[in-house]
């Protein structure tokens, strides 16, 4: 039974998740499918695991995988280690990305592209390709030229901190994209530019898992399908719709959550 | 000079049997006072100094050499051969210095001999008396922009002994300069000694860089005693790297004289095998409206270890003070170890200080991020050390130090 045959980009059975700190569980069984090319979106409750489903899917130590199986792109990626997701095209957008003072916004992002293209068996991205990559990239999502001479993340705003990892993301072109909260933090313009980002990416080979709780972003990346994420698993899956639903009436009256 | 505290090295702990011996003892550099000085530093092994565990934070300040109970002050009176009418200037050893200026060096810098009778602190005459090298230098104001360049270029130390360069550095009113200590290297491969005794005097709104980069080289003693007197509206800025050798001892006295003088730091440590770092630093606010802002940055790997021992001290009157002080070490080896002390004493009520220090291994979240977008272990860890370490190399001014202080972090 392996995802290899189920044509599925991620596959999540029945996963259960703990911190690695003192053992308490926060993923309670949670089973998630998406196909490739297709876009799904996750919304719950504040503290319902939304982030830590993000982390344990890109393979962040503080969590350890206590059963069930996560497949991507037809291999199961629950023991491999989080360079090893990443260079298979696994890609984590964080809710609060880390400033790191001294490391360069874009010689950060090189280092990143060249060690995906390692594992594909490429050589290093030239100077020229690199330019093209990146100018592409910022003028799609509407970055001025501060972005290249900055350090990664360094005294950005929320909002800019955002919109590069979207950047980051247009540039590494993964197979799946976990988006969380991409939209927190961002005024209806830069909201609108992230948008169009995350649409740039989507193709028939690629797939987006987008955590969000605002139906404000869902009406400009439509998703295939939205789950409700509650107490560590999933208790309700449906189309677009769901999320109208959700905003007008909240999470209560969804059973489980 | 003779009122006020003493220049360069607080010499209150300083016994008087010292300062008397001292005084008999007529300070000339003479090839005659050789054996003298030979005994001294004799005098000074027996002692068991240097050593990595003496005085952890005082070894820097020659004092407690002396004061300590028991020991007999290593002078000897003027040998009987040394003539009496010899002039007490001490020379100048051009060998071991040399200075570079742009356009006309010869407008822009007076050097002059000093002389033993200008001085009127024991300490400060002794230290200057065994140094070996030995440099004045007067830069004038310069009416424009003009910068100074002063390159002090230490001669490799001699194998198994010590060799003290001092340097005192006057900058006239509103004139600008850039010191520059460049590496010292240590002379065939057993233990010597390096010591720099740097003494500068800024003038009002003068402006200097003191500019230092010091890689490790195995089996090399470090160390330095650097005083600083600003006075109104002047501006200090000190940028080192160290790499810190067998030992390395720093002691850096700046003292805010005049009102509106600030001075800034930027020091990195990046220390490997068994090397050891410790800096004493004190900051005297003694003028209102100054400002200090002092950050360092800390690498330790392997067994090494790292202290700031950080006094600011802001006197009754200092108002308007700024002062920063700020210590992060990253502990990237199994038995390294780092230790801040930074400390505050405060007599005036307009103050605005923050201080802290920080020592801990690499934050998990920031590895995590790296290795989430594909970098290795090895790469997402070495990009982390280098970031932490860039912004310390950023402050530097473009030149050789700047080139040696960023080569410092390598795999
Ligand atoms: N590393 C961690 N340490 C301690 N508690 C954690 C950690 N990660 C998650 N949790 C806890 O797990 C629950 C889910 O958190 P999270 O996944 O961030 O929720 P969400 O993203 O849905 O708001 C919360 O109660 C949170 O406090
Ligand atoms: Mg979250």
New interface residues.
Partial sequence: MSAQNSGAMLKIDDLHATLVSDGTEILKGLSLEIGRGEVHAIMGPNGSGKSTLS?VL?????YAVSGGTIGFDGRRIEEL???E???AGL??S?QD??E????GNLD?LR??LD??RE?EGRSPVSDAEFAELVDGAMSLLKMDDRYRTR??NSGFSGGEKKRNEIF?MAV?KPKLAILDEPDSGLDIDALRVVAEGINSVRSPERSILLITHYQRLLSEVKPDAIHVLAHGRIVKSGGPELALELERSGYDWIEGA | MANGPALGWNCRAVDARLREAFEAFDAAADPEWSPVRQAAFGRLRELGIPTARHEAFTYANPAPWFGSAGAEPFFAPAPPSAPRDRSPALPVCPNALCMRFPGDGENLLEEEVLRAEALTDPLELLALSFADDFLHVTVPSAGDEALARIVVAPLPAPEGRRRTTAVRVKIAPSARAELDVLPAAADGDSDSWRHLSLFVELGAGARLDLVRAQPAPRDLVVTSSVAVRQAEGSVLRVREADGGGRLAREHLEIHLDGPGARCDLRSLAVLRGESELHRHVEVFHHAPACSSDQLYRQILFDSSFASVDGTVRVDRGADGTESNQLVRSLLLGENCAAAGKPQLLIHADDVQCDHGATHGPIEESELFYLLSRGLSPDEARLALIRGFAQEMVDAFPEGELKTVAGTQVRP
Avoid at chain 1, 100 to 103: I, W
Wanted: a positive charge; aromatic letters at 10%.
């Fill in positions: 982390k890109a393979g962040h130590p503080a280690g989080p360079t997701r990443a260079r890609f984590l964080f990305p880390i790191v003072p001294g490391l950060f280092l990143a060690s995906r594992a350090d990664l980051q590494l």
